[in-house]
Nanobody, 120 residues
């Protein structure tokens, strides 16, 4: 059973960088042909796919907020990470990491999510 767990600060100040890590257990992030995504849900709004990193290390981003988003991985720790720079209160959301078999957009395993609030 694959399990994903998000970790990181729950409060970030405006203009700073939001950094989250997803630790994966029960499966390797380098296993073909899985993609590992970051998704967020602002309060009262729907899910927003932010981007993904593939089993081979390729990174894919949503058009928005692409310029502020960076996704990376540490294969030695079986983790992948999200950085979102220059945050504003509009970036307040529950952030999820999830696994996407074959990169089709259909996630089969999700983390529980972590609320990140952007506030001074």
């Amino acid at each position: 059973q694959v399990q994903l767990q998000e970790s990181g600060p729950g409060l970030v100040k405006p203009s700073q960088t939001l950094s989250l890590t997803c630790t994966v257990s029960g499966g390797s992030i380098t296993t073909s042909y899985y993609f590992w995504s970051w998704i967020r849900q602002p309060p009262g709004k729907g899910l927003e796919w932010m981007g993904a990193i593939g089993y081979e290390g390729s990174v894919y981003y949503s058009p928005f907020p692409k310029s502020r988003t960076s996704i990376s991985r540490d294969t030695s720790k079986n983790q992948f990470s999200l950085q979102l720079s220059s945050v504003t209160p509009e970036d307040t959301a529950v952030y999820y990491c999830a696994r996407d078999p074959m990169g089709t957009g259909g996630m089969d395993f999700w983390g529980k999510g972590t609320l990140v609030t952007v506030s001074s």
